[in-house]
């Protein structure tokens, strides 16, 4: 359906037949219906097309006010075909960076033929997209190194673990054949840690929805709410209220079964959790911050993750790039874009190319001498990197599934570790690993400054006052890692202090170099960032060659 938030079109095509084209989910796309015995746009454009190229007809949907916001563009590869009728050839392109988003850049343009080269800094292709095995060897700036030694289909994703459902990253996932499952975003069985107290996320729930619930409704009873309801909306309004709160018939919050019980219904009734909490208490247990978490966009349930470790999506992403097209260990020293190409240099040598697409973290990209201009350099230095760590913790047992009948999820807490995550995948096996601590800025910093031995100390004292002595028990073996010391990355991801002129000079190429990443979007932390800004360069870059002279 249309996005009701865009002007629809007032001009007279608007009123035509359906087109027989496939549905495009751009409103005012170019994918208009023709018009029997006239001229349309869409005829128009096509001749345009059919004569000049994309290019052209681009320029003349654009001269037609018809070109679609450059980001809300549905995302057409480039072909191999694109080029017949222009009479030109695919370019040369060096990529910095085979993380996602120059691994998709790669990807997509190599659909078109282009030849692409890859510099990588770090021993391995994937950036973020990281998931550390048994045998693997984890490096940081600073700070000892760790060998991985968890047990065998034991893995961590130590950088990106989940994905939403609209995110282009399925589309990734589907096209390349990397089998998805379910991620446990939310899970009522997993805790609630604030304030000292532990409780089950049904139970903050129950007691939260139960207790605002019955405010509401007594207000609305008591006619306070009278100026902005009418009697009907009101009556509406506690039918409403009594099922979100499971309220009394005195529209009283006394408790319900969705707190949970300690022995669960059988044969015989179960037995319910005490009582809940006064109001007051339950206010200061401050829970809500812990049981929203999923309310957005972004993290709402159910979401996926690529069956295996995230880092499947590399590995295909790789494949169909073609692994001898991307230097590893090749630090990029030296970039300057020319008139008629670009150059980069880098330790092992130099390449030269028709295009540059700069994918590496914009605060290392600063740094690296170019002829970019100040400009740019000042702009790249805008965004700041923020801290996140993790750390993978195997176990021998499953004792969440066990003894917590916990199935995937997140504990949400107050603590340094901010989350624990349980694992959605291989159910009931023996070994099993868990997320730590997954947190972000001082709370992360803090971690990161510890060596591995410690953090991982710190983590099971922590985690202890949740799960109890069995958190510090049967644990085999554990990875940690702290972004900002990741060698070339140095940073989770990056935050904006605000989406100025700096954000989007960098989303317009810089003589013939352009740049991506996620940081270059508005889903910074998400690898469908990096997608999708490799797309908008790919688009660019590939409308600029199909136009040149
Ligand atoms: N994508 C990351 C995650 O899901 C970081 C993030 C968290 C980004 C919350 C936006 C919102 O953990």
Not at 61 to 83: I, N, S, V, Y
Not at 199 to 226: I, S, W
Request: glycine share 12%.
């Amino acid at each position: 359906m249309a996005d009701s938030t865009k002007p629809d079109s007032t001009e007279p095509d608007s009123t035509e037949p359906e087109s027989t084209d496939p549905p495009s989910a751009e409103p005012e796309g170019p994918a208009k219906g023709s018009r029997a015995g006239r001229l349309t746009r869409r005829g128009l454009l096509v001749g345009i097309g059919a004569a000049g190229g994309a290019g052209a007809m681009y320029a003349a949907m654009g001269a037609l006010g018809l070109a679609p916001t450059e980001q809300d563009k549905a995302f057409t590869a480039p072909r191999q075909g694109d080029f017949t009728l222009s009479g030109r050839a695919s370019a040369k392109v060096v990529i910095l960076g085979a993380g996602v988003a120059g691994l998709t850049a790669a990807y997509e343009l190599g659909k078109a033929g282009y030849d692409c080269t890859l510099l990588e800094a770090r021993r391995q292709a994937g950036g973020r997209n990281l998931t550390l095995r048994g045998g693997d060897r984890l490096t940081e700036l600073n700070g000892p190194a760790q060998d991985v030694t968890f047990g065998p289909g034991v893995y961590f994703n130590a950088g990106p673990g989940r994905i939403a459902q609209w995110m282009v990253a399925l589309d990734y996932c589907r096209e390349l054949g990397v089998p998805i499952e379910t991620f446990v975003n939310n899970n009522a069985s997993a805790y609630v840690h604030t304030n000292g107290h532990t409780v089950r996320a049904r139970t903050a729930r129950a007691d939260m929805y139960g207790y605002v619930a019955e405010l509401l409704a007594k207000a609305t009873d008591l006619g306070a709410l009278d100026r902005v309801l009418t009697k009907d909306d009101g009556e509406r309004l506690l039918e409403f209220l009594r099922r979100f709160g499971d309220l009394g018939p005195k529209l009283d919050y006394e408790g319900s079964a969705r707190r949970g019980f300690t022995t669960y219904p059988a044969v015989g009734a179960g037995t319910p959790l005490a009582a809940p909490g006064t109001l007051h208490q339950v206010l200061a247990a401050g829970t809500g911050r812990a049981i929203t978490n999923d309310f957005g966009h972004e993290q709402a349930t159910p979401m996926f993750q690529p069956v295996g470790g995230m880092d499947a999506i590399v590995a295909k992403l790789r494949q169909a790039v073609g692994p001898d097209r991307i230097r590893t260990g090749a630090k990029v020293t030296g970039i300057t874009s020319r008139d008629d190409g670009v150059e980069v240099s880098y330790a092992g040598g130099t390449v030269k190319a028709d295009y540059c697409v700069a994918t590496l973290p914009p605060h290392l990209l600063a740094r690296i001498p170019h002829n970019l201009g100040a400009q740019v350099t000042a702009a790249l230095r805008t965004p700041v990197p923020v801290s996140a760590g993790k750390i993978g913790l195997e176990y021998g047992r499953r004792w969440w599934e066990l003894e917590d009948r916990v199935y995937g999820g997140v504990t949400e807490t107050d603590l340094d570790l901010t989350h624990i995550w349980y694992p959605s995948h291989d159910y009931h096996a023996e070994r099993g690993l868990l997320v730590g601590y997954y947190n972000t800025d001082a709370a992360a910093e803090l971690y990161a400054a510890l060596t591995p031995e410690d953090r991982r100390r710190r983590a099971l004292t922590q985690g202890k006052k949740i799960h109890g002595e069995k958190y510090r028990q049967n644990v085999l073996s554990s990875a940690s890692i702290a972004w900002e010391r990741q060698e070339h990355i140095q940073g989770a991801w990056m935050r904006w202090p605000s989406f100025d002129s700096s954000f989007t000079l960098l989303q317009r190429p810089a003589g013939r170099v352009y740049f991506a990443g996620d940081w270059l979007t508005h889903l910074i932390a998400w690898q469908a960032g990096a997608m999708e800004s490799a797309r908008d360069a790919v688009t660019k870059l590939h409308q600029r060659v199909l136009q040149s002279p």
